[in-house]
């Protein structure tokens, strides 16, 4: 293959091998891209993965490119070569777009009917997955895992509806697929491809992703059957209004129709949602506790939003704007990837308006968490600011000020789930991320409950803990411990 001409970064000498600047950026991506991006910003530079080089290019190219066709440059493609697919989702998503275009058709316009489910959910999580011991006392507490099981069961109500969102083995699965599935993606991609066929096989976390889809075939099959049985046989049969019941409406041929593909489908809503809001989350309550001062802020908010609307309501939510601010801030400051919009030219060359031809099978992304680090790109910031200071108002006060100048439709540029040519990180344009509007509703809902009942501190002489990254991509720590007690006083 055709391969564009640009520095590869990362090399600690023109001795080193490629291979070990590999293995370096399993751990060590990030001084690697920031030494791109700060280079070669205008222009393209590669980064070294073992699997394969990714270019990334410049994010000015992004509004050329932000909704070129599938069979022009490929998302999918994209996605699916990060995620290892032959060892992991297989070729389903070349396949359908049934999850994708039920999320944009469905889910999206519906939001406002799941808030009562998400909150009814809600109540029946927290008595679940909050230890008793936090109502009388402070104690030490692992909040990653309790906000993914939450996250878990309210996306599993909405995705599948009240039986199989309370039901453990499903639970476990939709949270554990996700976790064998990067396991599995990130020791192959450490590795020259060459080798996947014989290593793969051999990853415990390999066998325990195909029995994690065996499960939702056990699972999710006989509610499909009997939902079809009883439109076929009952006129007064009421249809869920779930993920599940859209997508089997909305399934076009036989492989769509395929009770294997529904099943997989739901696995594969469990992968783009549950670890990818938990991470907002956890980031956000271990910035909140690195900076208390601002607790009493957002928990004045909450409260006077809640007072004075229905929470039931979508409007309310929106009213959130300090907590969107929150989110927004804490995912540019610990952004799920470095590297966003990631594409691959299909057959035919791609000419970048003010760059070169992009030879068809490039695999390019953008530098997203850099862009947003450079003051030239992050809102409202002036040449020589301190672009990594944590400021959660950071995007409330630059909606405020376009608001008080009568400019609301600038105001929305700054919310969490919009997506623009500088803020990358749910991509952009036609193949963004189609569950971001949900996943904004469900981690204002699970913050505003957590910050209004309970209260977190950072265990005696403990600080944040240090985000962890495999290849490009950056999560929050999982087993951090963090203090929580029930809050004596509501506001
Ligand atoms: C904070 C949480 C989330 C983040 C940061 C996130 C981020 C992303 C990103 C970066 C992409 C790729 C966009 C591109 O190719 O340009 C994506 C795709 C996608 N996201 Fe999200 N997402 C989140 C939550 C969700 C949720 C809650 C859902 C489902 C309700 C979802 C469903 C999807 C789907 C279906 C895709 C297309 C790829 C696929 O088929 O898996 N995401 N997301």
């Not at 056990?218 to 009952?234: G, H, W, Y």
């Not at 439709?409 to 193949?431: I, M, P, W």
Request: aromatic share 10%.
């Amino acid at each position: 293959m055709t391969t564009i001409k640009a520095p590869v970064v990362g090399y600690r000498s023109w001795f080193e091998p490629a291979l070990l600047v590999g293995f370096r950026f399993v751990q060590g991506s990030k001084p690697m891209i920031r030494e791109g991006y700060d280079n070669f910003k205008n222009a393209m530079f590669y980064v070294q993965r073992n699997d394969s080089k990714i270019l990334v290019i410049s994010h000015k190219h992004v509004d050329q490119l932000r909704n070129m066709p599938e069979e022009k440059l490929s998302a999918i493609r994209a996605h699916l070569k990060n995620l290892v697919n032959k060892y992991s989702v297989g070729d389903i998503l070349l396949k359908t777009d049934l999850h994708f275009r039920t999320l944009q058709t469905k889910l999206t316009p519906s939001l406002n009917n799941t808030i009562p489910l998400l909150q009814d959910e809600m109540d029946f999580a927290i008595e679940a997955e909050v230890p008793k011991g936090v109502e009388s006392d402070w104690t030490s507490v692992q909040i990653y895992d309790i906000v993914l099981h939450i996250v878990a069961r309210l996306s599993a109500r909405v995705f599948l509806g009240p039986e199989l969102c309370r039901n453990r083995e499903w639970l476990d699965t939709s949270i554990h697929y996700t976790e064998n599935l990067f396991e599995t993606v990130i020791f192959l991609r450490a590795l020259p491809t060459f080798v996947h066929p014989f290593v793969a096989h051999m990853l415990p976390s390999y066998w325990r992703m195909k029995a994690n889809f065996t499960t939702a075939k056990r699972l999710i099959t006989p509610m499909v059957l009997e939902r079809r049985s009883n439109e076929a046989n009952f006129a007064s049969y009421e249809k869920p209004k779930d993920m599940l019941q859209w997508m089997m409406d909305g399934a076009q041929n036989d492989y769509e129709k395929d009770t294997a593909t529904l099943s997989h489908l739901q696995l594969l809503l469990s992968l783009a949602s549950i670890h990818t809001t938990t991470m907002a989350c956890a980031h956000s309550i271990y910035d909140l506790c690195a900076h208390p001062e601002f607790f009493e802020p957002l928990r004045e908010e909450i409260s006077s939003v809640l007072s004075s609307s229905d929470i039931n309501q979508k409007q309310t939510l929106q009213k959130l704007v300090k907590v969107d601010s929150l989110i927004k801030e804490s995912q540019r400051v610990n952004p799920p990837s470095q590297l966003a919009f990631n594409r691959i030219v299909m057959d035919k060359p791609l000419q970048l308006k003010d760059g070169p031809t992009l030879p068809a099978g490039t695999h390019f992304a953008m530098a997203s968490d850099a862009v947003l680090h450079d003051a030239a790109y992050l809102p409202g910031a002036t040449q020589g600011a301190n672009t990594a200071e944590f400021d959660p108002f950071r995007y409330s006060k630059l909606r405020e000020e376009a608001v008080a100048k009568g400019n609301s439709e600038a105001g929305n540029r700054y919310q969490f789930a919009t997506t623009d040519n500088s803020s990358l990180h749910f991509g952009h344009g036609k193949y963004s991320c189609p569950g971001r509007f949900f996943a904004a509703n469900e981690i204002k809902l699970i913050l505003a409950r957590l910050l209004l009942d309970y209260e977190f501190k950072y265990p005696e002489g403990q600080g944040r803990p240090v985000n962890l990254s495999a290849d490009e991509n950056l999560y929050p720590d999982p087993n951090a411990r963090v203090m929580m007690r029930r809050r004596q006083q509501k506001a």
